[in-house]
């Protein structure tokens, strides 16, 4: 095999999506800068090499020992940069019996990456896929014909996904994806008020079954009384170092203000390390007992997650891209123009870290929140000519996806929200029919709200659906 050149690629490919990895994609929460945030433990990879040496494909002078000890280095290096993946195990099953075996002692494993190494009808494999764990197979070209098999597998409902491909950085690509379902199991979401959206998603016991997480309803009184008791000299050196000095202008809010409702930021971050919780969501974002734009706004800046509205199907998408890519999400009330084939995404709060933890902070002015023209807001001034994903992961069990590209940053004469982007989309007309995908009930938020996040990730989701087992369904 021609290993050299794609060695160098899968390091290049590697190197270049660093970026995508953030804290809670990561091993700590917010640790850049925030290292009280819990961290959560490595998840445990099973890796399996099923096959034997010869074969008549890829040839009979193929030697399995050479092939498993190049995946093992690179594994290697794939564990060591993510730092939050630990590859365990590592046998060679050689026929169904052995891999029989292997599947019935998976010990703690989240998940397991099997490489099929040579010919063979699938046999070797199966018990593994059938063993219920997410699985990925990786399936390098001229191993054999029983790839298409495994396509069969993923339309009868089983957790895999493959990845036929001689991309050696996919390897670390398919450990991303397989950490997403395990982290999602060890999450904590808070619920200030009450939850909104899908009865499935605000239902605890749904969510707990479905996708892991627990899900915990907090009083308001005890945020309340965790704001009061927050020592006010500190909060005006948080809000001077992170949003005053920072702004790129200061519109309507007095400097009070400001004060005021950045104090909410560590009344959530006590609320939160002491429930050991990665996301929250709160019903009376709108007084509680500020605003809850900035506070919202830095957790999503730390890799955390903060959603407005208590609206738990956005929260659940933005924790699942957290972990998936590293990127934090922007919940919108999207509106349409047809006359630029386009999906207008607008609301008054916004991560300002698109890009991620380590990315630059977008440009931003602080204003007040539009609807009310009170308390304190954000509007943000995304790249334009950024690919995004546009979400919603609806009912826990189905995603809702598009991909669009930011053309411009409007300014309607300040009507609708205080951040907006106009984002040209497949087909505007199609997307418009198809709103919802027949998924959504007709509640105004539920059916309204999206989630934005920079870059494509489609393809991304194609392969973590299954993992997950979720359907995808494109909006247009």
């Known amino acids: 095999m021609a290993t050299r050149a794609n060695r160098r690629q899968f390091l290049g490919v590697a190197a270049a999506g660093a970026a995508l990895v953030g804290p809670l994609a990561g091993g700590g929460l917010g640790a850049a800068e925030e290292p009280d945030w819990p961290k959560l433990p490595p998840v445990r990879i099973r890796k399996l090499y099923a096959g034997t040496s010869g074969g008549a494909w890829p040839s009979p002078k193929f030697k399995a020992d050479a092939e498993i000890a190049r995946y093992e280095k690179l594994l290697a290096e794939v564990e060591k940069k993510l730092g939050d993946v ?28 099997v ?44 957790r895999m996904a493959v990845l036929p491909t001689s991309d050696y950085a996919e390897l670390e690509r398919a450990a991303r994806l ?5 982290r999602m199991q060890q999450s904590r979401i808070l619920v200030i008020g009450h939850p909104r959206g899908t009865k499935a998603a605000c239902t605890p016991d749904a969510v707990k079954k479905s996708l892991g997480c627990e899900v915990a309803v907090i009083p308001k009184q005890r945020v309340t009384d965790i704001y009061n008791a927050i020592d006010a000299k500190a909060v005006e050196a948080e809000a001077e170092e992170y949003w005053l000095s920072k702004a790129k202008k200061i519109v309507e809010p007095t400097r009070e203000a400001i004060i ?11 609320l939160m390390i002491e429930e050991r919780a990665q996301a929250v969501t709160s019903s009376h974002c709108m007084d509680m007992p500020a605003k809850g734009c900035l506070a919202f706004s830095k957790l999503n800046d730390l890799g955390l997650v903060g959603a407005c509205e208590g609206d738990m199907d956005s929260t659940l998408t933005m924790l699942l891209f957290q972990y998936a890519f590293g ?8 509106i349409f123009d047809f006359a630029k084939n386009g999906l207008i995404h607008a609301h008054c709060t916004s991560v300002t870290r698109l890009d991620g933890v380590a990315g630059e902070r977008a440009p931003f002015l602080i204003r007040t929140q539009c609807d009310s023209e009170q308390g304190v807001s954000l509007e943000v001034e995304m790249r334009v000519g950024q690919e995004i994903t546009c979400a919603k992961l609806a009912n826990n069990d189905t995603l809702l996806v598009s991909a669009g590209k930011i053309t411009e940053v409007p300014d309607y004469y300040d009507r609708g929200c205080r951040t907006q982007i106009v984002t040209e989309v497949g087909d505007a007309r199609k997307m418009f029919a198809n709103w919802g995908g027949g998924v959504l009930p007709n509640d105004m938020m539920t059916l309204l709200h999206r989630v934005v996040f920079y870059g494509n990730r489609l393809r991304d989701l194609a392969d973590l659906a299954p993992l997950m087992g979720l359907k995808v369904v494109e909006e247009g």
């Open 86 to 113: 630990q590859f365990v195990g590592g046998e060679q099953v050689k026929n169904a019996q052995e891999a029989a075996k292997a599947a019935a002692d998976l010990e703690e494993a989240a998940g397991l990456l």
């Open 115 to 158: 490489f099929d190494l040579n010919f063979d009808g699938g046999g070797r494999v199966a018990p593994l896929v059938n063993a219920g764990r997410p699985t990925v197979v990786f399936f390098y070209p001229f191993t054999g014909h029983q790839w298409m098999y495994y396509s069969q597998w993923q339309k009868a409902g089983k």
């Open 178 to 182: 397989l950490r997403v379902p395990a």
């Open 260 to 270: 005021a409702s950045a104090r909410l930021y560590p009344a959530l971050k006590k």
């Open 327 to 334: 990127v934090p999400g922007f919940i919108t009330d999207p």
